[in-house]
Nanobody, 119 residues
C-alpha cells in the first residue's frame, strides 16, 4: 500500500510563503496524476490543484491560481505546493492525493499537514 508523506506545514504570518512537499513511500511509484486539497475548520474538503505526472500539465481551482503553484521533481518523485501571499483564510490541513491510473479517482491520500496563518 503506497503512503503519501507530506511535510512543510507550519505557522506563518499573513503575507508569508510556504512550500509543501509530498512524496510516496514507494520510490518507484509513478502516479497518473497528483493533487493538493485542503480542509479548513468547519468546511468541506476543497480541491486546489492537480498535476499530470507524465506531461506536467496542471489544473488549478480559480480561487488559488494566482497564489498557489504546483510542481514536481521526477528524480525525487515528489510533488510540491508553493503558497505565496498567505492569508488567514488559508489556514487548513493540506492533503496530497494520488490517482494511480486515471480511472479510479484518488487512490491514495496523505495524512495532511497543518498550515496556520496568523494575521
Amino acid at each position: 500500500q503506497v503512503q503519501l508523506v507530506e511535510s512543510g506545514g507550519g505557522l506563518v504570518q499573513a503575507g508569508g510563503s510556504l512550500r509543501l512537499s509530498c512524496a510516496p513511500s514507494e520510490r518507484f511509484f509513478t502516479p497518473y496524476r497528483m493533487a493538493w486539497f485542503r480542509r479548513a475548520p468547519g468546511k468541506e474538503r476543497e480541491f486546489l490543484v492537480l498535476i499530470r505526472w507524465s506531461s506536467g500539465t496542471t489544473s488549478y481551482a480559480d480561487s488559488v491560481k494566482d497564489r498557489f503553484t504546483i510542481s514536481r521533481d521526477n528524480a525525487k518523485n515528489t510533488v510540491y505546493l508553493q503558497i505565496n501571499s498567505l492569508k488567514p483564510e488559508d489556514t487548513a490541513v493540506y492533503y496530497c492525493a494520488a490517482d494511480r491510473t486515471g480511472t479510479t479517482g484518488w487512490d491514495y491520500w496523505g495524512q495532511g499537514t497543518q498550515v496556520t496563518v496568523s494575521s
